[in-house]
């Protein structure tokens, strides 16, 4: 290694090993600054790759720094272990002084001083020697200094003085460091300074008839000052000597003159106040000590007042306003002045301008209900009067007199709402005409047959404006006498009201009739009686009642009116409940009907049954169903079957008694139901059915007679099961019964009993079912082989089944099922061998006693050749796997594998699977291009590969170390190419970030195992910019930024330096400059003008790369 001020040149010799490098990793990293007394805390290291070995040159390195140096070798099968070297970079010049600046504590005419941030470890860049500082009087640096002076040996010096110095002169500042050994001087830094300017005079006084004020000053004669900054700020009103003024603005100006004295005057300022005003002359940037004057504006006239109240009786009105704020006087205090005005009829002045010096006036005198105009004005000690404040103000007004109804009548809305409309005429003498007038009510008599005498309560109707006399009382209720109120009222109150009493019209009745009863009973008829509806439910008198009756089943069985409480109802049936609803009728408006009442009329003799039915019947017996007559016309208490052969000469019917003792007889819902025992079997039988009351014993029904025949018996069983069996059927045969009942047919069911293969029958046997009407050779078919199977035989017929017959058969050995799950066994695949592996065959699916697997191998799936390998699997059927060695490389060999049984002629079905001999790659890489990665990877050249398939995926971001990559996407690509050598660039990846890449080679659909690299991708533009910008430190004319590095995704390489550019509110850059990011991110900027806006924005390097500039902050200096 070899070294200049910032760079390190490194060579090295390759390894003797026969293992050679495809490049060379250089990582370096700041060890130490060398004038500091520790090494760096958290170094940061950087990367280079190359493939030389000869001259590396790593520049933009630190001057007067160690560094540590590491290589590492690298092929694809890995990274050597790094050889390390450090070395150290030559002494160079200091860094720029930075902060430079005038100190005004040491400035006066005569004599300036200047301040600086001294130079540290980390920027002297070698052993300090000097500071060297000299001014230059104007700037002209032609001319010798006007000063010099070395700061020899003393690294923390921070500041120098001139004196004997030109007064009003501007001097430049030059500075730079110096260190022992270098030949180079450090850059130099700046600073401007102008000695002191003395104001010779300055003074104000106030001008003209505005708030405003006239400045003046003067300096001495060969001052030339470039410009003067006048600020001025109201610091007291004259009126307001116990209120202070707070955060009032600092308002700024700049004035220029080619003259000594100078005139400025000052407009748009407050009336009666006192303001500050300070003076500072500018002479090339630097500003000289202000000079500080204060001068009072004159008076104006008062605004006027804001806001005037009052309050008021009949004939008095007192007024009261708001004290104006001192801040509106403009001046002192001297007096109210008002005037009262009576604008009606012609007008006249009630009080002419009057002078008070409170803040209230009571008037009296007045008259009622009449409206008055107020004045109020303000008056100061200078005689200047404010605006008129004008107040419109009223009298109380009195209460009215007595209104007289004239009419009360009844009212009907169209929606049925009844009411009254009453009319009225207004007071015949009232002082002050109502405003309002007021309708209230009170019911005298509810319905027309309420006593309300003792329990009047008055309700509100509404309220009517002064100009209207008619008003309608709606939601009254109807059929009621009633009492209306109305009052007038003014602002004062109300006068006494008109009476009158009314009654208002008839509506629908909103009850029912009350009290329904059923007074006489009969089989078919019934008597009512009923009384009216509840009083306060009749609304009206009643005129009329209608009367509807219905049965139980919701039939209306009457309809009409009757004009009294009492109604006789003809034509009903007996032992029937009947629904009576009554409703009371208002002449023309009808009720709503009452909840219905029932009643029930006597019984009679029953009717016929009905629904009478023979629903089966046995050898020995029928039964018999039927319903109960409808309507029953009694309570049925028992019913007769009455039966008879229906074909016999002289057969007698036979009557049997039901009696009833469960309710249900009577149940027009129920179906009665019996069995006639005893009977012939195969015998025709006439049944008849009737039902007996109270009254006695009813009709039979139905007529004619409902007939059934017994029935014949059950079939026996079947006799002598014949069966004979194949590989998957059976057929089976039967002898007939000797019994005299023949079956209509036949039922064979048959089940799974045991796997003969199995050592243990079936758990969960299913049954399946096949019916027939012959009786030989009947054949099962779809069976399993070398199965046991059991099977029954039922005899059927319209009286039932016989009990079944039960037999067994074995179904004989077949070929074995087909084998499953054939595939290449990857563990045991290689250039030379394949592996396969299936689904070994168990004694369900063996189908018979096992001999042997036959598998064998076709080269390229060709079976018109001989096969490439086979073998015989005698014996074993938990054989599952098989071996070929001694294949070619990368070809593609199709298995074929059957199972064969013994005794079995038929081999089982031959299964498939294709495998692929290994391929081999040869070599692969990787190397980075940008934000592409160039991959090439090569196999052996009698490798026919169809197509390669390519995948890769982000596994870190170099700028990121502390954060995982987490389910980054794997994107996958196939790559064709007629060579063995193959060459692909994958694009659109991340900046310096690392990614893992697989490749699979892929041959007649058959694939090889995966050859994984990874490599990195180059440094790129940042593509975020730096965060959190911040003024840690604010002065008059420097601010101190700092500012954090880019999230780390989208740094995109080793931030190298930040690009600071500093704007000042017009949009000028003030500054411009790099900074490096060795160190942290932070950056003073000095030369700025007090209380300015300046924005600042900052972009990331990566070394020659550049970054986009982040939004721009805004700062305020002081």
């Not at 910032?6 to 490049?23: G, M, N």
């Not at 309809?559 to 034509?571: A, K, L, R, T, Y």
Request: proline share 7%; net charge negative; aromatic share 10%.
């Amino acid at each position: 290694m070899s070294s200049s001020t910032t760079q390190i040149e490194v060579s090295w010799e390759p390894s003797s090993s026969p293992l050679s490098a495809d490049y060379y990793i250089i990582r370096y990293s700041l060890y130490q600054k060398l004038a500091c007394q520790s090494p760096e805390t958290t170094p940061t290291e950087f990367e280079v790759n190359t493939n030389v070995t000869q001259y590396t040159n790593l520049a933009g390195l630190e001057p007067y720094s160690r560094y540590q140096i590491t290589v590492t070798a690298v092929n694809g099968a890995g990274q050597s272990e790094p050889t390390i070297g450090y070395s150290n970079t030559s002494p160079g010049p200091p860094s720029n002084i930075t902060n430079v600046r005038v100190n005004p504590e040491r400035t006066s005419p005569t004599r300036l001083g200047f301040t600086w941030q001294p130079l540290n470890c980390r920027n002297v860049n070698g052993v300090f020697s000097y500071y060297y500082a000299r001014i230059y009087k104007d700037g002209d640096r032609i001319n010798a200094p006007a000063g010099t002076t070395y700061l020899d040996d003393d690294m923390s010096y921070s500041s120098v003085e001139f004196n004997g110095l030109e007064a009003c002169t501007m001097y430049e500042l030059r500075i730079n460091a110096v260190n022992r050994g270098v030949g180079a001087l450090g850059n130099p830094s700046h600073a401007i300074g102008v000695t002191g300017v003395t104001f010779t005079s300055a003074s104000s006084y106030a001008t003209g008839n505005q708030p405003s004020l006239t400045v003046q000053w003067s300096v001495p004669s060969q001052c030339n000052v470039d410009y003067y900054r006048v600020s001025y700020q109201l610091i007291s009103r004259k009126a307001c000597q116990d209120v202070p003024v707070i955060d009032a603005p600092v308002l700024e100006l700049n004035v220029t003159s080619n003259t000594t004295h100078v005139s400025e005057y000052l407009s748009d300022l407050e009336y009666y106040a006192t303001y500050s005003i300070s003076i500072i002359a500018v002479i090339r940037r630097a500003e000289s000590l202000p000079m500080n004057v204060s001068g009072d504006t004159r008076d104006g006239d008062p605004s006027a007042i804001e806001s005037v109240s009052y309050t008021s009786t009949a004939h008095s009105l007192r007024f009261v306003w708001e004290e104006p704020s001192c801040e509106s006087l403009h001046g002192a205090f001297d007096r109210y002045e008002y005037d009262l005005y009576d604008p009606t009829g012609g007008g006249r002045y009630v009080r002419y301008p009057t002078i008070i010096r409170r803040n209230n006036v009571h008037i009296t005198g007045l008259d009622a209900c009449t409206e008055y105009r107020f004045r109020i004005r303000v008056v100061t000690t200078q005689q200047r009067r404010s605006e008129w404040h004008m107040e419109m103000a009223m009298t109380n007004i009195s209460a009215p007199g007595m209104p007289v109804i004239t009419e009360l009548t009844p009212h009907q809305e169209d929606g049925g709402t009844t009411g009254l409309t009453v009319s009225w005429q207004p007071p015949s003498s009232p002082p002050c005409q109502p405003t309002h007038y007021e309708i209230k009510y009170y019911v005298l008599q509810g319905d027309m047959c309420e006593d309300t005498s003792s329990d009047r309560i008055m309700i509100s109707a509404g309220t009517v404006n002064g100009s209207t006399f008619t008003f309608n009382v709606l939601e009254l209720r109807p059929n009621s006498e009633y009492r209306v109120f109305v009052r007038g009222r003014t602002s004062s109150g109300y006068g006494d009201a008109d009476s009158l009493s009314a009654t208002t019209g008839y509506s629908h009745p909103t009850g029912p009739s009350i009290n329904i009863q059923s007074t006489s009973i009969k089989k078919r008829s019934v008597v009512f009686t009923w009384e009216k509806p509840e009083c306060g439910d009749r609304n009206g008198p009643i005129s009329s009642y209608e009367v509807m009756l219905s049965n139980y089943t919701g039939g209306v069985v009457y309809h009409g009116n009757v004009s009294g409480p009492e109604h006789n109802i003809f034509g009903l049936i007996p032992y029937s409940n009947y629904s009576i609803r009554i409703r009371a009728w208002n002449y023309e408006l009808a009720g709503e009907y009452g909840p219905a009442i029932w009643a029930q009329t006597d019984e009679a003799k029953p009717a016929p049954p009905i629904r009478v039915n023979l629903p089966s019947s046995d050898q020995e017996s029928i039964t018999v169903d039927w319903m109960s007559p409808n309507p029953p016309l009694g309570r049925i208490i028992g019913y007769y079957i009455k039966y008879w052969e229906t074909f016999g000469n002289s057969s007698t019917p036979t009557n049997v008694s039901i009696p009833c003792r469960d309710g249900l007889c009577s149940d027009i819902n129920y179906r009665l139901s019996t069995a006639i025992p005893e009977l012939q079997a195969d015998t025709n039988y006439s049944v008849q059915v009737m039902a007996e009351t109270i009254r006695g014993i009813g009709d039979s029904s139905p007529d004619p007679p409902v007939v059934r025949i017994t029935s014949k018996g059950r079939p026996a069983c079947v006799q002598a099961l014949r069966i004979s069996s194949s590989i998957t059927t059976v057929v089976v045969s039967w002898e007939l019964s000797s019994s005299l009942c023949s079956p209509d047919y036949y039922i064979i069911r048959y089940s799974l009993l045991q796997k003969l293969a199995c050592q243990s029958p079936e758990t969960t046997q299913t049954e399946f079912e096949v019916n027939t009407n012959v009786t030989q050779y009947n054949k099962l078919v779809g069976l399993e082989p070398y199965s046991r199977y059991k099977i029954t035989v039922t005899a059927v017929n319209g009286a039932g089944q016989s009990e079944p017959t039960i037999g067994y058969s074995e179904t004989r050995p077949g070929p074995p099922s087909n084998i499953t799950n054939v595939r290449v066994n990857p563990e045991r695949t290689s250039p030379t061998r394949l592996g396969f592996t299936w689904q070994p065959l168990n004694c369900r699916n063996v189908n018979g006693v096992f001999w042997y697997y036959y598998p064998r191998i076709y080269k390229d799936g060709d079976r018109s050749n001989l096969p490439a390998g086979r073998e015989y699997l005698d014996d074993d059927i938990s054989d599952s796997s098989v071996e070929f060695n001694g294949l070619e490389a990368c070809t593609m060999y199709e298995l074929s594998i059957h199972a064969g049984n013994r005794d079995v002629s038929t081999p089982g079905n031959l299964s498939n699977a294709i495998g692929v001999t290994g391929a081999t790659f040869t070599s692969a890489s990787a190397y980075a291009t940008g934000n592409q990665l160039r991959v090439h990877w090569s196999v052996p050249s009698q490798c026919n590969v169809e197509y390669y398939r390519l995948s890769y995926q982000l596994i870190s971001r170099k700028a990121c170390h502390d954060v995982p990559i987490i389910d980054a996407p794997v994107y996958e690509l196939n790559v064709t190419s007629v060579s063995t050598d193959v060459t692909k660039y994958i694009s659109n990846l991340e900046y310096y970030a690392t990614y893992n890449i697989s490749i699979i080679a892929v041959i007649m659909r058959a694939e090889s195992l995966p050859m994984n690299i990874s490599e990195d991708t180059l440094a790129g533009d940042p593509t975020g910019f730096p965060t959190n910008i911040q003024s840690t430190s604010t002065n008059k004319r420097s601010i101190v930024f700092t500012w954090e590095t880019p999230d780390c995704g989208n740094r995109n390489g080793p931030i190298s330096s930040y690009e600071v550019m500093l704007s000042n509110s017009t949009g000028d850059v003030v500054y411009h400059g790099n900074v490096s990011a060795s160190a942290e991110p932070e950056h003073e900027i000095f030369e700025l003008i007090p209380s300015s806006n300046y924005s600042i924005r900052i972009r990331a390097w990566n070394y020659e790369l550049a970054g986009e500039y982040g939004p721009a902050i805004w700062v305020q200096t002081n």
